[in-house]
């Protein structure tokens, strides 16, 4: 009786709130939800229709969406939506959840008034139900943090802005292996629970046994109150075997005129398979996906026979003892979390996962490594053209900041797109792979217009530039190929302004490298000559010098030929010179004030670091070795492909058998090294004057295949650390996992593939430690890819593979791509100390956000050019952003309405080292912009589109007795905490 007042009263405050949304979003439909009918004493079968909509695999995303290309995957989304909706119209009892707002967007867009109002009616009865909600299902493994929560806050703004809806349950019943931050993300966006679908075959063998399919994810140790209940689906997320209409399973025939009549026999199959589903769960609920990839494409086909068997079942319940009823996953974990049961809880990842023995899906951390690149790229160009908007709004007037505004939705829909689990993961097919470049080439095309428009205004923001004209920009995007066309009019002799900007929320001193056509040049700050180098190789220059950027601001740095009688500093030129026995010491040492590191003269290979403060030394060998991609002819048939890393045997082999030509380069800026195998392998480490850390760029590939063997290249560091069997990787960019050769937290593993199960993801960090010398080494990566560590000491990551075999998971192609990567990771070694993350965290953030060059040319002199134009711009006041604390997003949400999406991020993150210690940190959110006056300030879930006071999580009973805090704000103040790992999410409005 007083569950029913419970829900009576939940109901008329659900109709309140809904009345306010209705009269924002005009919904007319006057639908009532149903209370679903659950029974107490029978079983619940939820029903749960939906499709999974590849957000681009086989076929491009508008291929999947029209229908184009039948002959490879005979479906169209446009069509599943009409018809699932023209079924949902059809009979009010019937759901249907829809996932993937990327294709429901393009729907919606081409329906009439009227079918929209009619679509609004059937989300307010809850007759169709956003689940999820991104604007893809996101891999997990690849993805960056910054793009998980963009992509799902693309959707999520799309539902409110629509329905006024915001989905409660996070459905990621396909992507391979599952994340500690995403289940964390979900928490903070206020999900009620994390559906999943693959889990490690071992892991789901024992978990079915002992009814662990469900239970609490307790994944970030900084943030507990993220925590999300889990729900494994018991298999997988298609319809069960024999009941998958729409495919040439028999109909349900409840006509006992009609020959073939077949009700009770297909009833008590179903029911069997429900009881047998059952077992495995603890309440008296199950939930039964119907559908499958790209299914109800004719949806009639799925909706008629559920209806029948729905019908036969539930009027029989003594027969039967079910009670099938129309669902979804929300009204599923309402009814599993009324149970009140207690819950154990887990607190290690799902990576890596097999699927069986010999399959082992640790290939996709790396396949494609040149789009896992350009995604990572383009991350950090969208957010800087996204704050660089709200920062330089009084520089532009409402029109122009609304068109670039506009204009930025491509490069936002292309990234929502990329995040998907067969597209950056590199499991789609090379077409498809090509299609999501060029989406992203598109809206990087557009960003690059949007930000000429705006530094261009800010370079004239000052009075001074009254008659100047405004300067035009190019970009190098080619930079890193050592190409760069913009600073050309050096050799005609003019000057070249390049305009450095910093997309991080605190002050960078940071060496950067441009390409210049010309030999002897000097740089000027605005502040006049400042030192540089040149580095000749070849007759091919690079010039170096250190850029000083304030936080989400840029500075400008004038280059200049020089002609002889210039008052400025001209660069100091550094000559490659090779190697050889003759003219070279042994070793050859680099010293900078903080390490000194040491190399073989004969093969340029890494000896040691040595910090040169305490004399600690790490003596460290690099090399690179390949696996052979199995080709299916040992134990068993299963290929490496785009999924599946699985070696033919255990051995690695050396990837370089030939003496590189090495050559140094020492100069004032940096000092360098490069081993030139061949022009498809060459290693370049580097050390800077002012950086604690060793640079090494890697040029990689095309892979050789011309001995007809897939191959697997892995970067091995052999360290004399001693790290008992233990390494750490960071989840998408935020917390380490620990990570223990041969073991899983969870279970007790059994070890059937030496190497490629020990395979982790790494988005941006990996490091070994010993704990006896308190040493750390670690390896920051530009783009993600994976790591393991086999033996003691030894830290392998894996840079590149190419495979020549389809690994039998649907995508149907060899992962044969010939492309090179040129790639940049840091190598630091460092004192284990709570001070470690100060050492990495801004350096992997660095990588991921570098300063951006921009360049112009004049006939000026780099005084006459600062004297006319803003050099410096610094929107941000560094004093009132604490160390530790990053913008990590500033986005516009509506111009007209001055509001903004604001998200403030602690990077540290709660360890064992210093539990005493919890680094959380304050914020006056209304003092960091120095030219923007805050009005107001709301906080909001992860996702932006819900007050935080607004959102009720599900609460759960775990074993532990653990209760999340509630969340709360500070109204009545501008200061905020962000514990370590959190991001604070706000709409902040300006007068
Ligand atoms: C692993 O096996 C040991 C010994 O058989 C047992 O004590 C332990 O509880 C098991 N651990 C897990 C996580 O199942
Ligand atoms: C180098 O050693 C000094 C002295 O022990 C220490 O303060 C510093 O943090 C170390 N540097 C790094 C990068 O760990």
Redesign the pocket.
């Known amino acids: 009786m007083k569950d029913i007042k419970k829900i009576l009263f939940s109901f008329i405050i659900f109709f309140i709130i809904f009345g306010v949304i209705s009269s924002k979003t005009t919904i007319k439909n006057s639908n009532k939800k149903q209370e679903p009918k659950l029974s107490s004493t029978l079983l619940n079968v939820h029903i749960v229709p939906h499709t999974h909509d590849d957000v681009g695999w086989l076929k491009t995303v508008d291929e999947y969406y029209s229908g184009t290309n039948m002959s490879i995957s005979f479906t169209g989304v446009q069509y599943v939506l009409d018809n699932a909706v023209s079924c949902l119209l059809q009979n009010p009892e019937r759901k249907f959840i829809y996932v993937e707002i990327a294709f429901f967007q393009r729907w919606w867009n081409e329906q009439t008034p009227t079918m929209q109002n009619l679509v609004k009616g059937l989300v307010e009865s809850g007759q169709l139900e956003f689940i999820n909600g991104g604007y893809c299902m996101n891999d997990e493994a690849t993805t960056y943090y910054d793009d998980i929560i963009d992509q799902m806050t693309v959707g999520h703004q799309f539902l409110w802005e629509n329905f006024g809806v915001m989905p409660k349950i996070g459905w990621h019943i396909d992507p391979f292996g599952h994340s500690s931050t995403q289940a964390a993300i979900f928490g903070a966006m206020g999900f009620d629970a994390f559906i999943v679908g693959r889990i490690d075959y071992q892991d789901i063998g024992i978990r079915l046994q002992d009814k662990q399919m469900e239970f609490m994810w307790r994944s970030s140790k900084s943030n507990p109150d993220d925590q999300i209940f889990t729900s494994v689906l018991r298999a997988m997320y298609c319809t069960p075997n024999g009941f998958d209409f729409e495919n040439g399973d028999d109909p349900i025939q409840d006509d006992p005129n009609l020959f073939g009549y077949n009700v009770e026999q297909r009833a008590s199959a179903f029911v069997e398979i429900a009881n047998e589903y059952a077992t495995h769960f603890r309440s008296n609920n199950v939930l039964i996906p119907f559908g499958c990839d790209f299914q109800y494409l004719n949806a009639n086909m799925y909706f008629k026979n559920i209806d029948k068997l729905i019908e036969h079942i539930n009027a029989s319940p003594e027969k039967y003892g079910l009670n099938l009823i129309y669902s979804t996953p929300s009204i599923y974990i309402d009814a599993v979390n009324k149970a009140g049961l207690t819950w154990n809880v887990k607190t290690d990842d799902f990576f890596p996962y097999a699927d069986d023995a010999f399959s082992y899906w640790t290939g996709y951390f790396v396949s494609r490594p040149a789009l896992k690149g350009y995604v990572r790229q383009n991350n950090a160009l969208l957010h800087m053209v996204e704050q660089m908007l709200v920062t330089s709004s009084s520089f532009l007037t409402q029109t122009q900041s609304s068109q670039l505004i506009q204009d930025i939705m491509v490069m936002r829909q292309a990234m929502g797109v990329a995040q998907h689990h067969d597209a950056v993961s590199g499991t789609e097919k090379q077409e498809v792979a090509d299609d999501y470049a060029e989406r992203l080439s598109i809206g990087n095309a557009a960003s690059l217009e949007t930000i000429n428009t705006v530094i261009g205004k800010l370079l004239t923001s000052s009075s001074k530039s009254k008659n100047a004209a405004t300067p035009n920009l190019s970009f190098c995007p080619l930079l890193n190929q050592s190409i760069c066309p913009a600073t050309n009019p050096l050799s005609e002799g003019s000057n070249v302004p390049v305009i450095f900007y910093n997309s991080l929320s605190w002050t960078r001193y940071e060496h950067v490298r441009v390409p210049i056509p010309v030999s002897n040049v000097s740089v000027s700050s605005t502040d006049g000559p400042i030192p540089s180098q040149v580095i000749n190789y070849n007759s091919s220059y690079i010039l170096e010098f250190y850029a000083l950027v304030s936080p989400l601001g840029y500075s400008t740095y004038v280059i200049s030929p020089v002609k002889g009688e210039e008052n400025e500093r001209p660069a100091e030129q550094v000559y490659e010179t090779i190697v050889t026995k003759e003219n070279t010491a042994n070793p050859i040492v680099f010293e900078n004030k903080?390490i000194s590191a040491q190399f073989n003269p004969n093969d340029g290979s890494l000896i040691s670091i040595t910090?040169v403060?305490?004399g600690?030394t790490l003596n460290i060998q690099q090399e690179y070795v390949w696996y052979q991609s199995s080709d299916g002819n040992y134990d068993s048939t299963q290929c490496s492909g785009a999924y599946i890393f699985r070696p033919n045997e255990d051995y690695a082999f050396k990837y370089n058998n030939i003496t590189p030509i090495v050559t140094v380069a020492q100069g004032p800026i940096s000092s360098s090294i490069r081993i030139f195998w061949s022009d498809i392998m060459v290693q370049t480490f580097r050390l800077y004057t002012e950086s604690?850390h060793l640079e090494v760029e890697e040029i990689i590939g095309p892979i050789d295949i011309s001995d007809n063997l897939g191959k697997e290249v892995v970067s091995r560091y052999t360290t004399d650390l001693s790290t008992d069997n233990t390494w750490y990787s960071d989840s998408n960019g935020m917390e380490m996992q620990k990570r223990i050769t041969n073991y899983r937290p969870s279970w007790n593993y059994t070890v059937v593939q030496p190497t490629s199960g020990n395979y982790v993801p790494v988005n941006a960090i990996t490091y070994i430690q010993d704990t006896s010398k308190n040493l750390q080494f670690t390896v920051l990566t530009d783009r993600s890819r994976s790591s393991a560590s086999l033996r003691s000491g030894q830290l392998d990551v894996m840079m590149h593979r190419r495979t020549l075999m389809d690994d039998g998971r649907g995508v149907g192609q060899p992962m044969n791509e010939s492309t090179q990567i040129i790639t940049t990771s840091k190598l630091?070694?460092?004192?284990i100390s709570e001070?470690a993350q100060s050492?990495y965290r801004p350096t992997a953030l660095g990588l991921a956000h570098p300063l951006y060059p921009m360049f112009t040319s004049t006939q000026q002199s780099s005084s006459q050019w600062n004297n006319q134009y803003t050099g410096i711009y610094s929107p941000v006041d560094d004093q009132q952003v604490p160390t530790g604390i990053k913008i990590q997003t500033l986005q516009w949400l509506d111009d007209q309405a001055n509001s903004v999406l604001l998200r403030i991020e602690n990077i540290y993150q709660i360890d064992d080292q210093d539990k005493d210690d919890p680094k959380t940190i304050s914020v006056d959110i209304s003092s960091i912009f120095t030219n923007l006056s805050i009005a107001s300030i709301t906080e909001m879930n992860l996702t932006g589109v819900q007050k935080i006071t607004n959102i009720n999580r599900l609460n759960w009973n775990t074993v532990d007795n653990f209760k999340p805090s509630p969340k709360s704000s500070s109204p009545n103040s501008n200061v905020y905490s962000v514990s370590p790992m959190q991001i604070r999410t706000f709409v902040i409005t300006f007068n």
Not at 828 to 831: K, M, P, Q, S, V
């Open positions: 903080y910090n403060t305490s600690a604690e630091i070694f460092h004192d001070v050492h």
